[in-house]
């Protein structure tokens, strides 16, 4: 069906029509010609991101899909093969760029891959059992990965596809200590292993140690077991590397341990304090362990206390409990938090004995600390001690202050999706909401105090209130608790180019376009139904820009509302629908 098109007062008739996705398609072949049947091809494009990716079939012919007009990198991956991207280029900053335009396919864009060198060993435990199923990793000396396989049943593996040049090779399993070649624990001591193209490097065996282990109890004072305490190990560097969780019956089991390193062992558990062993309260007090050699460490035993707790209520100025309102414990080594329930009432448990400051947070109420404080450098602090509550550490919220506004283009249509931010000053706190699809925005919460605004949207950049162009020159707005600052308006001009008020009028709605529920887009709020276009413009330096967008139907729900507008930002003196 034909449709009216107003641009910039000049009217077209033309079709509107779904227009197809880009595509580029090929051939991956090895170098004696023959295809390469399930050859991976990824699609990047001129930001670096993958777009889209296809795999080649039993005659090597290959097509990527689903692209949009741009400029285009691609790479082909294939089992046994040295990777490669297009034109017969190793890395992706030396690949040939191609171009896709959308509703065509760019062809011919062809890989002949070579066959890499590889490596091969096999894998065996200390016994001289080999070991099926483990992992075997192979990165370059730039720690890139390069390759990934597992042994077979009779422990034996082959790392292929790999292009000349030195390499690292590491095996992992479930049951035994992660090894680097040769015998070494970590890249800075393993051998690297040379390889040539075409050709295998082999006997690069590994001989596994299932590693040392800790195992231990963790009960209360009564001696009761604590289930499901999490058991942490770091080394003398605060590096976590090993964890357990403990039985109904409060045993754990830690296995695949290093040896002759120092060991610190610390337990956690739901209402009880942190200890560390032997049983002591701090990391700087823990007595540290040193495993030898598949060493069966038992006996690395805890007694928990109960943790210590905070307690209190939170409501409004009016003294109404709130709901839902999460309140947090913090300290600088660690803290807890918890909400309140119905009758504003919370407990935060699990604290260890220390020092804490508490503060809300709420949707619909400002940030306090306690006691009514604004910031934690202002905040009082709560002592807390092991197997203690501190009761009564109450919280009255206030709904703040608001900013209200509007957010409009040169021309006085509405912009949504614009990030408006009020910024505390001189504390520099943020607050921010996004404009609506009427253009209208309400940043909600705000402490009482002077705050600065700007919004800022990737189209039009940043414009500080009132029109101004830099936080130096910005004016101030004061805002006083529970009351309103209104009409800090905004009208944003686009980076660049005109901004053209594109008006369709569909006359007849084509089955294409049905507006079924599969074509809601949930970019906005309610739904609003949307029609997607594509549009070729002369810029302002005068080549050719692609750009599309999406006009949104406001509350379509019958032919008889035929009629949508909508902005179109882009660096053009006119346009042409196609």
Not at 185 to 196: F, G, H, I
Not at 386 to 402: D, P, R
Not at 429 to 436: A, E, I, K, Q, V
Not at 548 to 565: R, S, V, Y
Request: no cysteine; glycine share 8%; proline share 3%.
């Amino acid at each position: 069906e034909m449709n009216s098109i107003t641009i910039s007062g000049s009217v077209i008739t033309k079709n509107i029509s779904l227009v197809r996705a880009g595509s580029f398609s090929g051939t991956v072949q090895d170098e004696s010609g023959k295809p390469i049947v399930f050859a991976n091809i990824f699609a990047v494009d001129s930001l670096g991101f993958y777009n889209s990716s296809g795999y080649g079939d039993n005659l090597g012919k290959y097509v990527v899909s689903n692209l949009k007009t741009s400029s285009y990198k691609a790479s082909a991956t294939a089992q046994g093969f040295i990777s490669q991207w297009y034109n017969k280029k190793s890395t992706k900053d030396s690949a040939t760029a191609f171009h896709v335009t959308k509703g065509f396919d760019t062809p011919n864009i062809n890989f002949v891959l070579s066959r890499g060198g590889s490596i091969s060993g096999v894998v065996k435990n200390k016994k001289g059992d080999v070991v099926p199923n483990a992992e075997v990793s192979v990165q370059d000396t730039s720690y890139s990965f390069f390759s990934y396989t597992r042994t077979d049943d009779s422990g034996k593996y082959a790392a292929t596809g790999l292009a000349t040049g030195k390499y690292y090779v590491r095996t992992y399993s479930n049951e035994y200590l992660d090894q680097w070649y040769n015998l070494a624990d970590n890249y800075l001591n393993a051998t690297k292993v040379p390889v040539t193209i075409y050709q295998n490097t082999p006997n690069i065996n590994f001989v596994l140690s299932p590693g040392a282990s800790i195992s231990g109890k963790v009960t209360d004072k009564q001696g009761q077991p604590i289930p499901n305490a999490q058991v942490f190990i770091s080394d003398t560097n605060y590096f976590y590397f090993r964890g357990g969780t403990t039985n109904d019956s409060g045993w754990y089991f830690i296995n695949r341990l290093a040896a002759k390193q120092k060991l610190y062992v610390s337990v956690r558990a739901n209402g009880f304090s942190q200890r560390w062993y032997n049983n002591v309260a701090s990391r700087e007090l823990a007595t540290p362990i040193v495993l030898v050699d598949e060493e069966k460490k038992e006996n690395i035993n805890f007694t928990l206390p109960t943790a210590g707790k905070i307690s209190g209520s939170v409501k409004n100025k009016t003294g109404t409990p709130i709901q839902y309102v999460n309140v947090y414990a913090s300290s600088k080594s660690g803290g807890s938090g918890s909400s309140t329930d119905a009758q504003g009432n919370y407990t935060i448990n699990s604290l260890n004995a220390g020092t804490y400051k508490v503060s809300t947070n709420s949707s619909d109420y400002t940030m306090q600390w306690y006691n009514l404080k604004s910031s934690w450098e202002t905040a009082d602090t709560v002592v807390v001690e092991e197997e203690k509550t501190v009761s009564n550490i109450n919280f009255a919220l206030s709904q703040g202050g608001k900013i209200t506004g509007t957010v409009k283009n040169v021309n006085g249509n509405p912009i949504s999706g614009v990030n408006v931010i009020a910024q505390s000053s001189p504390s520099y706190n943020y607050y921010s909401g996004y404009s609506d699809q009427l253009g209208n925005y309400v940043i909600k919460n705000l402490l009482a105090g002077r705050y600065i605004v700007y919004a800022f949207h990737s189209d039009y950049g940043n414009q500080w209130y009132n029109h101004k162009s830099s936080v130096v020159q910005a004016d101030t707005i004061i805002i006083e608790d529970e009351k309103t600052a209104s009409n800090i308006n905004f009208d944003l001009k686009p980076l660049s180019g005109d901004s053209i008020t594109v008006k369709i009028v569909v006359d007849n709605l084509p089955d294409s376009l049905s507006f079924s529920k599969n074509n809601v887009g949930d970019n906005v709020v309610d739904y609003w139904w949307g029609l997607r276009f594509e549009a070729i413009a002369d810029s302002l330096s005068g080549g050719k820009d692609d750009f599309e967008t999406e006009i949104a139907m406001l509350h379509f729900k019958n032919p008889g509302e035929k009629e949508f507008t909508s902005d179109v930002i882009a660096p053009m003196k006119h346009a042409v629908i196609r």
